[in-house]
């Protein structure tokens, strides 16, 4: 299983502003044989293999960095669970807006189809023994 993109953000997030205050790491992160996919899978297999449920921060991240810092490393294959993550995702006000629009767009698309529904209700037809009267 890839991790969740909330769990892959988080770690990209950490491993840039790493890198941004490192120039050597910032090297490490651009070696063209390590994706942030595989270091998901390697961080995942990892604790798999702890049998622990829970790690602080410093440990996951601490995992990612291992996993660009060294060349020959064992990723293992994709692991198939389910990740959480303890950390709130932040929004950029673009994003935000977006969020609203697409919102508003969608409830006033709702409610359109709604008032068409009710202007436009299906002739209800008379049950066929209603149909034939007999005196």
């Known amino acids: 299983m890839k991790g969740t993109e909330n769990f892959k953000k988080v770690i990209s997030q950490h491993l840039e502003s790493l ?3 490192d ?3 910032a090297e ?3 070696k063209p044989s ?3 996919d595989d270091c998901i899978t390697y961080i995942l297999n990892e604790v798999q ?4 449920n829970g790690f602080d921060d410093s440990e996951i991240f601490g995992m990612a960095v291992h996993y660009y810092d ?3 490393i064992t990723v293992g294959k994709p692991v198939n669970g389910r990740v959480v993550v303890n950390h709130s995702v932040e929004l950029s006000q673009s994003e935000i807006d977006q969020a609203k629009q697409a919102a508003l767009d969608k409830v006033i698309a709702d409610e359109k189809e709604r008032i068409k529904k009710k202007s436009n209700p299906k ?3 008379a049950p066929a023994a209603a149909q034939q009267l007999l005196f």
């Open 19 to 21: 890198a941004a205050v």
């Open 49 to 52: 293999k702890s049998g622990c």
């Open 70 to 72: 060294e060349d020959n």
């Open 34 to 36: 390590k994706s942030i």
């Open 123 to 125: 002739k209800e037809q």
């Open 23 to 25: 120039s050597l790491f």
């Open 28 to 30: 490490t992160l651009k």
